[in-house]
């Protein structure tokens, strides 16, 4: 015969309210960001941060990971479209900035074009031969690798797309260098540079970049009596429950800072593709 | 009761958020009374002003003695005008028009007040009826006064009788705990 015990009070199970079980987060430690993204960025993800001219989206990148290798990681960045020796110069400006981040080889800074030469893939049609795109992440595989990076933003993947031959190596190209990042558990932001014609913006120039992607975060300009306000949204982002309303983008003597846009503040005719 | 009995009353009693409408003769007397008061209680505060260059209270507060040490700004008007804007207790938003940035450097502010508790002024809710919609001024009043009620300062929002619409005066009594004017006649 069962005997029911008694005085056998049940074990209390913690329970996320959004059921699942939550992955682990790389933490921007941005102000805000990481509460509209609850907790961070998934570790492995390999993030489409996107967006016009004057949006803010290198200075978030550059944050990331100054804020990654404060807090112990060795991060990377990788210039395609300006000499790394400028934009370090303009992130010296920043509070956040700490040269020394540098040369303890926390925060690693590499030129396309050096490594590009290096290989030995700099065309001059500026175009990438199969054989090119295999060296070229062949080259950040390694990079990734031996420097043990766990953060690295590539400035801009747009550049990089320019120079593969069409969608379908465009496609390729990012399918297979998140796959190589996310199985060294390194989190990514590829830098996408998009326009906005007649009031649409897209995610990316050649359109495919959001769909290999496993995160997008779109920064943009909304225009309210005539003055520029920078913003900032969480389109997708695999294995997080994230907030997907637009927010308000600040610099701030202490780095970039995120608040909800008010609803009514906003220009609602935007539309995105 | 005088508006400065009633607003100290207000504190002893626990509210959390008030409004305080002053008649156009008294704002500037009486608002510069209210935030002496509180600093000489060794409260910290955040002056948030929308009409006049924080340098412009600043100055009024040393003629009367106030205690500034631990006292900073929220500047939103400043920048507009092309004043003075190097002062380093003060935060100055480029436009009257970025009203998310008000609730930014409130909290970027909080992390330097020295004191254990503060207060907030806004000075004027009224005063940013020049520079934005009337949804919009009401969608970020609102946000305004949650968000303030959430961080457990004591804060209050000065409007200007004269200039407070019944709409504004309406909205303002439903929002905060205690709609303070002058009752002596």
Known sequence: ?273 | MSILKQVVASIKEGDALTTVALNSDDYRPTSIEIVKHLLSKKLGGIYITTTRPSGSIIADLKKVKADLGDLYFVDMISLTVGGETEDPRTMFIESPTMLESVLLNIGLLERRIKSKRHFVMFDSVNGLTIYSEKRVLKEFINVLANTMRLRKSYTMMITVEEQTSDALASMLKTLTDRYIENTDG
């Open chain 1, 1 to 273: 015969m069962i005997v029911a015990e008694e005085n056998v009070k049940p074990k209390r199970v913690m329970l996320d309210p959004r059921g699942g079980r939550p992955r682990e987060k790389s933490k921007t430690y941005i102000e805000g960001l990481d509460r509209i993204l609850n907790g961070g960025i998934p570790i492995g993800n390999t993030t489409l941060l996107a967006g016009t001219v004057g949006s803010g989206k290198t200075t978030l990148a550059m944050e990331y990971l100054i804020n990654g290798a404060k807090n112990g990681e060795t991060t990377c960045y990788i210039s395609v479209t300006e000499p790394s020796s400028k934009m370090l110069e303009n992130l010296r400006t920043y509070g956040f900035f700490d040269d020394s981040l540098v040369t303890e080889g926390k925060l690693n800074v590499f030129d396309l074009g050096i490594i590009n030469d290096r290989l030995g893939v700099e065309r001059l049609d500026g175009s990438y031969t199969s054989k090119d795109m295999e060296a070229l992440l062949g080259a950040f595989e390694d990079i990734v690798d031996e420097l043990q990076i766990t953060r690295l933003v590539i400035d801009s993947i747009t550049a990089i797309c320019y120079q593969l031959p069409d969608k379908g190596a465009i496609r390729n190209f990012i399918f297979r260098l998140g796959q190589f990042l996310a199985t060294f558990g390194c989190t990514t932001m590829l830098i996408s540079e998009t326009v906005v014609d007649a009031r649409t913006q897209t995610y990316s120039i050649f359109g495919v970049e959001e769909a290999v992607a496993d995160g997008v975060i779109l920064m943009g300009n909304v225009q309210r009596q005539g003055d520029l306000l920078r913003t900032l949204q969480v389109v997708k982002m695999r294995g997080a429950k994230h907030s997907r309303s637009r927010q308000l983008v600040e610099l701030t003597p202490i780095g970039l800072s995120i608040v909800p846009l008010l609803k009514w503040g906003q220009d609602t005719g935007q539309v995105f593709t």
